[in-house]
């Protein structure tokens, strides 16, 4: 008898279940991986605590996979929360990706070569319509209206959300005005017309042809040092004529 299908599923609440380990092997892997076993008038189903952190989820319900699947189970896991799929190079934090494009600038940010590169970089932090800042407060803001929607006595959590969003306008608006400033900062990029190299300058044909060789050089000292000797040696050579005899 095949072993029966079981399924791991993220729910619109956020919590996970695991539906059809109806034997007490499957249920058994299902615990050991951190579920819950719930049996109600829906039959046996097993669901992780409430508490559970939104970071671990995925990689519990990965691991309760694999030991199911390990012992001949099938598992249908819901892509979401497969870490094996979610995270790839493509995108290192898996389903994080705010996170990854936000690490994907940080690296454009240290690798700028000059204030251009600085400045084009940052304003994809600083833009005041755009930019990473002002949708992170957005964001922060939305979460601290939504908290009051969905209860009022929470009024407290909503207020610490809507001062985190203050917090980030106010770093927003201490850097305005810093794109003229972060354009100066290191040496400016160099013109292409500048950075070309010139090839050697040829000498002048002209000039070429003047130019005595070395061994032309070289015979004419000789010639001149021959001549001096000629010279300083008729001058201290003795006369030949005999002086008058004694007797």
């Known amino acids: 008898m095949p072993a029966p299908s079981i399924t791991i599923t993220a729910e619109p609440s956020g919590s996970v279940s695991a539906k059809g380990a109806s034997d007490d092997l499957s249920a058994t892997l299902l615990k050991h991986a951190g579920f819950q076993q719930i049996e109600d008038w829906y039959g046996r189903r097993h669901r ?18 694999e030991m199911l699947r390990a012992a001949r189970y099938g598992v249908d896991l819901d892509p979401s929360l497969d870490t094996a799929r979610t995270a790839t190079p493509a995108n290192p934090l898996g389903p994080y990706t705010a996170g ?16 251009e590169d600085l400045r084009r970089a940052v304003d994809h932090l600083l833009h005041p319509e755009h ?24 009024y407290r959590l909503a207020d610490r959300f809507d001062v985190a969003a203050e917090f980030v306008s106010a770093a927003r608006s201490e850097l305005s005005g810093s794109e003229a400033e972060l354009f100066r900062v290191g040496p400016a990029p160099q013109p292409q017309d500048q950075t070309q190299t ?36 008729a001058a201290v050579r003795p006369s030949q004529a005999p002086g008058p005899r004694a007797r």
Do not use: F, M, W, Y
């Open 48 to 65: 992780l605590p409430t508490t559970t952190p939104a970071s671990d989820r995925a990689a519990i319900a990965t691991h309760a996979a």
């Open 100 to 115: 990854a494009e936000l690490l994907r600038l940080t690296d454009q940010i240290r690798s700028a070569e000059n204030g």
């Open 131 to 154: 930019g990473a800042l002002e949708r992170v407060r957005e964001a922060l803001e939305a979460a601290g209206e939504q908290i009051t929607d969905l209860d009022d006595e929470s």
């Open 198 to 233: 010139h090839p050697p300058r040829l000498p002048d044909p002209r000039s070429a042809a003047l130019a005595t060789s070395p061994a032309a050089a070289k015979a004419k000292v000789s010639s001149t040092s021959g001549a001096g000797a000629s010279d300083a040696s």
